[in-house]
């Protein structure tokens, strides 16, 4: 749905499915806010790094999670404009949530403290989703994974966001869109 939409806006389609990992308030260098860490157990495209392809490098998958090896594709995410969705079941039905959000630049030091809390080895993305609480997002917490998808700006964001909403309630999916959409 993503690939069709954002196609069809003329966007970049680009996803990726992150887990929702962790995150805290942060305040400085223009935040002051609820900032989450998605995270990816193998790779994440690098158009989506800061840096592109400069900004990416492979690592060992951790053998915890990946005994037989095999590698990540890593970054930083790029500041920016995304979609968020995730689908989940509930009372036999399929239900998604959507919003909008922020990919946030966070000082070297703080992607280092927070990708040593979590997973080194894969990519980071720091996340604010605009208008929903911390609280509030994990009250609504049916699903692990959130897909992100860029925009160029605000406008566009809305506009594809309308466009995979439309198109998850057509296929019957129960949306509910979360947090500030405008």
Known sequence: MTNLSWKALGLDPSTTLHDLRCGQHYKGDGIDNF???????GA??????????????????????????GGTLRGVGKP??????RVFVEDGALHADIGRGSVV??????????????????PIVHTVFHGISRDAFMARHRANHVS????????????ALTAKAAMFDAM???VHLCGDIR
Not at 35 to 41: A, P, T
Not at 106 to 122: A, I, S
Not at 148 to 158: K, M, Q, T, V
């Open 105 to 122: 630049e966070l000082p070297e030091t703080e992607t280092q403290r927070r990708w040593k809390e979590t997973t080194f080895e894969w």
């Open 172 to 174: 019957g999916i129960k």
């Open 35 to 41: 900032v989450w860490v998605l995270q990816i157990s």
């Open 80 to 85: 920016g404009e995304i979609v968020w969705s």
């Open 148 to 159: 992100i998808a860029y925009a160029p700006d605000a406008n566009l964001a809305r506009k």
């Open 44 to 69: 994440a495209p690098p158009n989506h790094f800061r840096g592109g392809y400069a900004g990416t490098s492979s690592k060992r998958q951790p053998p915890m999670y990946f005994p037989l090896g």
